[in-house]
């Protein structure tokens, strides 16, 4: 076993958005880090909330950004809502897909009938991210589901990353749904909900899985729900501030700025760190101190030490010039 931390594990598997790519394009080192693992022997698999591609598409998408990937190492919501439907309803149902196409041909390919209007008399609504997403189709759903239909959530990711910034995810328009019925979707299958993580070490017939993701609330919490380590990197939507901030279930076993820290030693990625080289942190009760200089991220490992044992975010202070821009920079 290497001594590197991807070295523990036998299947590392990937969040998509934010992680290996942004967009359309992919992030610095993804590729190399993914041939790395296989290279090593480490199976690789990809788990993502974006309802918006089927796996095939997902695949070619990689590896037209030179990370490689098969369509059968892809796990997609899209997929999961569409086969959980189908082992609650009849074959060739009614459901109505409030979604990008991609969504509609993996309800038709679970044997069920997509369609977009409440005059059909769907059992079922299911609810995906795609960018034509408008007012229409919302409003056919409201009236599905108020008319009994059982209303299916691929995510509810509130944000997408993106290099512009978060932009508005399946969750915001989950929101939509959920302010104008007054409740809450009857299922959600994406992260946090462990089924992709699980899904993915049984069909690779991993023992010891590590998960890759850049949300606390979804990917980390779907690794936390299903037993697995993993790994947060801070190359898309959670940044330190909310790691600081991060309750129980949300709270990843490593952290590092991007995929390099696969091949780091595991203690130094390890979250909290009792002590890292260059940083030290001095508390007085609800108070914390940061002094010292060095790599932001190992003075973020050692913060998680007193914040998740108490100590508020708004209530760390710098005690040096390094760590008042390290500080700065997290918006703190």
């Given at each position: ?5 991807a ?12 992680v290996?790519f ?6 610095p ?51 999961a ?8 309803v ?13 969504l ?22 299911v ?12 409003s ?22 993106s290099?512009r910034?978060?932009?508005p995810g ?29 899904t ?27 037993g697995m380590?993993s ?6 939507v ?14 990843p076993t ?9 091949f780091?030693?595991a ?32 003075a ?7 914040t ?15 760590a008042t ?7 703190l």
């Amino acid at each position: 076993m290497s001594d590197h931390l991807a070295g523990g594990y036998d299947l590392a598997v990937f969040d998509l958005d934010g992680v290996v790519f942004l967009i359309d394009k992919p992030i610095p080192g993804a590729a190399e880090a993914v041939e790395r693992l296989r290279a090593d022997g480490t199976s690789i698999a990809y788990a993502t909330n974006n309802a918006s591609r089927r796996a095939a598409d997902v695949a070619t998408l990689l590896n037209g950004m030179g990370v490689s990937a098969e369509s059968a190492e892809v796990l997609t919501s899209a997929g999961a809502a569409a086969a959980l439907i189908a082992e609650h309803v009849p074959a060739g149902s009614p459901v109505l897909v409030v979604g990008a196409e991609a969504l509609r041909g993996e309800v038709r390919d679970a044997g069920l009938t997509p369609v977009e209007s409440a005059d059909d008399a769907p059992v079922a609504v299911v609810q995906g991210y795609g960018p034509e997403v408008g007012w229409k189709i919302l409003s056919e759903a409201a009236l599905a589901v108020r008319a009994g239909a059982t209303w299916y959530a691929t995510n509810t990711d509130r944000t997408l990353p993106s290099p512009r910034g978060p932009l508005p995810g399946n969750g915001s328009l989950v929101a939509v749904l959920r302010t104008a019925l007054d409740r809450e979707p009857d299922v959600v299958v994406g992260k946090p909900q462990p089924a992709l993580f699980t899904t993915a070490a049984s069909l690779a017939k991993a023992e010891k899985p590590l998960a890759i993701g850049d949300r606390l609330d979804t990917d980390i919490q779907g690794a936390v729900g299903a037993g697995m380590d993993s790994l947060l990197v801070l190359t898309g939507v959670s940044g330190p501030a909310d790691l600081l901030a991060a309750s129980a279930e949300r709270r990843p076993t490593f952290v590092s700025a991007d995929l390099s820290g696969l091949f780091r030693p595991a203690d130094q990625a390890r979250v909290p760190a009792a002590e890292v080289d260059g940083w030290q942190v001095t508390r007085d009760g609800d108070r914390a101190v940061l002094t010292g200089s060095g790599d932001p991220v190992d003075a973020l490992r050692l913060l998680c030490g007193v914040t998740w044992d108490g100590v508020p975010v708004a209530n760390i202070a710098a005690d040096s010039d390094e760590a008042t821009k390290v500080l700065n920079g997290w918006g703190l």
